[in-house]
């Protein structure tokens, strides 16, 4: 049964990296108190090692231990042991191209799809939709290919944010972009923002935290739901 | 010899689609009242025709007419007898699939470097660089390659946007962005502002308009060039 945490962000304003998950994170983590962290998005260009580093220090607080998947002769049977696992946030483009890479898309799924938890933050959010379309990082790498995990019918918007009505800037707002995929992708798009994520547990996909999240669905208009819906109808 | 203008965008806050550069074309497009249009990026996903009548509502002011490549039944000699190319923004992914698909990449570079003017506007100008690897655009879909005209001899970052010292958002800033893009890559980017522009003439490259430009070298720090200065040397 899947068991999975989609979230918008590690870090909310004013607070230090997962803290306002370690709650939610003591009960999602409670059967292991080891997790395979992939660290491969590398914010800011951090090494692998600097960005497991960065995450220990936040499991710490819960009694976790992130171990990085870099740190392994044999990935996959890193994966196929692991009891839980959580991709970091950073570029997409570069994680994406990193698991295809490694060969570790498919393990991933599999593993997750058997019953292994996942936590995904940012650009770790990002790949558990159906392709990475609608990420908001600049492709600095070219991957082999933009599919993804699918471990929701839908694509991922995380960070989502609302237009600004006093800025002066010509750059296209989220909606716009968003609306833009729609001119050439059906699938639907639920914009996170910062503070809430989507909790799934088997079939059911309930967004949670603080905050309403954007959905869009094509040829309709994009609307708002609140946490505590459940978004399993959604596809 | 080469005859381009790489611009940061097309419209100004509180002015209309091309209103701040039409001076400067009247005297670019001084050989032609024909321009070849390439509305490939389709901005909001608007149709090709739709945004050729856009543009053209802005070229009447300064007696030009924008015919759209698509208009043609065949795009390459279309290329090859125009005396001018304008290629408009939107979304780059989506153009420069556009161009892949159709292709058109080595005709359009041929054209220009063989002396056809060019003029380019966001993701227009996005791709006068070597890749569209630090567009800003959100990647709704997938293209066969990254690389680009590579008019000048590094890449281009339009809507230039410095970092807002009273945002609580946690996306990354547009610096963060191009630093993680020069982990993985060495060649400069040119961050340009609404308002400014490249003038490119032979070996010539100039910073032109109202704002100074952001210039990241990998491993140095950014720093900013003034209008007027010459840019010759970069790469």
């Avoid at 590690?10 to 998950?21: K, N, Q, R, V």
């Avoid at 483009?93 to 599999?110: A, C, D, M, P, R």
């Avoid at 296209?172 to 994520?197: L, M």
Wanted: glycine share 10%; aromatic share 10%.
């Amino acid at each position: 049964m899947k068991n999975i945490i989609i979230a918008s962000t590690s870090t909310i304003h004013g607070s230090g990296p997962l803290e306002y998950l370690l709650d939610e994170l003591t009960v999602f983590f409670k059967d292991t108190s080891e997790i395979l962290f992939i660290p491969y998005a590398r914010p800011g260009g951090i090494s692998h090692d600097e960005y497991t580093s960065n995450v220990n220090k936040a499991f710490s607080q819960i009694g976790k231990v992130a171990k990085g998947i870099h740190e392994f002769e044999d990935p996959k049977t890193a994966i196929a042991n692991a009891k839980a696992i959580f991709t970091g946030g950073g570029n997409t483009f570069v994680l994406v191209n990193q698991l295809y890479k490694n060969g570790l898309l498919e393990s991933i799924k599999q593993a997750v799809n058997s019953g292994t938890s996942y936590l995904g933050t940012s650009a770790g959010s990002n790949i558990c939709g159906l392709t990475v379309n609608t990420t908001n990082d600049m492709p600095i790498v070219y991957p082999p290919s933009f599919k993804t995990f699918g471990f929701v019918p839908f694509n991922i918007n995380p960070h989502y944010l609302d237009p600004d009505p006093t800025s002066t800037h010509k750059g296209e707002t989220r909606e716009t972009r968003i609306k833009e995929f729609h001119a050439f992708n059906t699938q639907p798009v639920v914009g996170i923002r910062e503070g809430s994520w989507l909790a799934v547990n088997g079939d059911s996909i309930i967004l949670k935290g603080s905050l309403s999240a954007r959905i869009f669905e094509h040829g309709k208009s994009p609307y708002e739901v609140e946490p505590g819906i459940e978004l399993n109808t959604l596809k």
